[in-house]
């Protein structure tokens, strides 16, 4: 069973930075991929970004060249988000991907299995 836990969000003001992590533990030989995927009231979960291998990537158009995701080649992935803007707020949240097709394809969040709990990002103007 793989487990997820996030840490960094907070209240920021627009223009300012932020770093995510996310700590994997429990089965991550499993892991193919992972991915930061967020949420606000309302709307579906939408993908920001993804690494698999270390080094492939993907980002959402929103957020390419804001945000840039990484991992330390052992257990934590980050994502280190840059000229935050107010429609940046969301809860976001860390994915494990365990197959090639999640790994990819575009990022959907029903093909992602294990999940962290959701850490808050709130960019006021």
């Known amino acids: 069973q793989v487990q997820l836990m996030e840490s960094g969000g907070g209240s920021v003001h627009a223009g300012d930075s932020l770093k995510l992590s996310c700590e994997v533990s429990?089965?991550?030989?499993?892991?193919?991929?992972l991915a930061w995927f967020r949420q606000v009231p309302g709307k579906e979960r939408e993908g920001v970004a993804r690494i698999r291998e270390h080094s492939l990537v993907l980002y959402a158009p929103s957020v390419d060249g804001r945000f840039y995701i990484s991992d330390d080649y052992e257990n934590t992935v980050y994502l280190q988000m840059n000229s935050l803007k107010p429609e940046d707020t969301a809860v976001y949240y860390c994915?494990?991907?365990?197959?090639?097709?999640?790994?990819?394809?575009?990022?959907?969040?029903?093909?992602?299995?294990?999940w962290g709990q959701g850490t808050q990002v709130t960019v006021s103007s």
């Open positions: 429990g089965g991550i030989a499993s892991v193919q991929c």
């Open positions: 994915a494990a991907g365990l197959d090639r097709r999640t790994c990819t394809e575009e990022m959907t969040a029903h093909l992602y299995p294990f």
